[in-house]
């Protein structure tokens, strides 16, 4: 089954931390995004990919890292820099044709907590 | 800075009846899509209208988009208590890099 990965399902931070959030698609699509969901709230984007080896901060980029070594994987590092982390982080991958947005598949999410 | 704003927030109907979500946004469009989330899950896609189209149908979903007024409405018909969820607008800006911004979302209750 193709689809797009995110692990693990809940996650616990400790002040000072770093932690790395896992995402993983098998969809060989071009383009990764990782998007932050507080209670109630919308979809922010953090960081987006279009390519292997490039990405671009998105709206609230501070405070997280990324890489995009390969084309499957698009890992995400909530630094210890970033103050407020509790929240639902999502994953996704789309294809693109030129620069227009084919619809996105989504990851079931991590929950990341603070200790 | 977010484009689409969603009303009502949230919408409590009974099974049968027709649910009716808004989106409006600020600025030029591409395409605008609309997504739904259950509890605690990743989001799905559900339909996507073109700026140069004004109305799409996909089963009992129905969606239009007026590009005068910046909006697109939901409309899911013969609501059913699995359509209980969250959905949302997501507007792909023209001339952009591909990235969506997404509403706040309308949270769906639809009680048996």
């Known amino acids: 089954d193709g689809g797009i990965t995110q692990s693990p399902k809940y996650l616990f931070r400790k002040e000072g931390q770093n932690v790395t959030l896992s995402c993983e698609q098998n969809?060989?699509?071009?383009?990764m995004y990782w998007y932050r969901q507080d209670p109630g709230q919308g979809l922010r984007l953090i960081y987006y990919?279009?390519?292997?080896?490039?990405?671009q901060k998105g709206d609230i980029a501070e405070g997280y890292s990324v890489s995009r070594e390969k084309k499957e994987s698009f890992p995400l590092t909530v630094t210890s820099a970033q103050k407020n982390p509790t929240a639902f982080y999502l994953c996704?991958?789309?294809?693109?044709?030129?620069?227009?947005?084919?619809?996105?598949?989504f990851g079931d999410g991590t929950r990341l907590s603070i200790l | 800075s977010q484009q689409g704003e969603e009303d009502p927030q949230a919408l409590s109907i009974q099974e049968g009846e027709n649910a009716t979500m808004n989106c409006s946004y600020k600025?030029?469009?591409?395409?605008l899509q609309w997504y739904r989330q259950n509890s605690g899950r990743g989001l799905v896609h559900l339909i996507l209208i073109r700026s140069n189209e004004r109305e799409k149908h996909s089963g009992r979903l129905r969606v239009t988009l007026d590009t005068s007024k910046k909006s697109s409405s939901l409309l899911i018909t013969a609501s059913r208590a699995a359509d209980t969820a969250s959905y949302f607008c997501?507007?792909?800006?023209?001339?952009?890099?591909?990235?969506?911004?997404f509403g706040q979302g309308t949270t769906l209750q639809v009680k048996p």
């Open positions: 990919s279009q390519i292997v080896n490039d990405f």
């Open positions: 969809l060989n699509h071009d383009a």
């Open positions: 996704a991958s789309s294809t693109l044709v030129g620069t227009v947005n084919q619809p996105q598949h």
């Open positions: 997501a507007a792909h800006g023209s001339g952009n890099t591909g990235k969506l911004i």
């Open positions: 600025t030029s469009i591409n395409n």
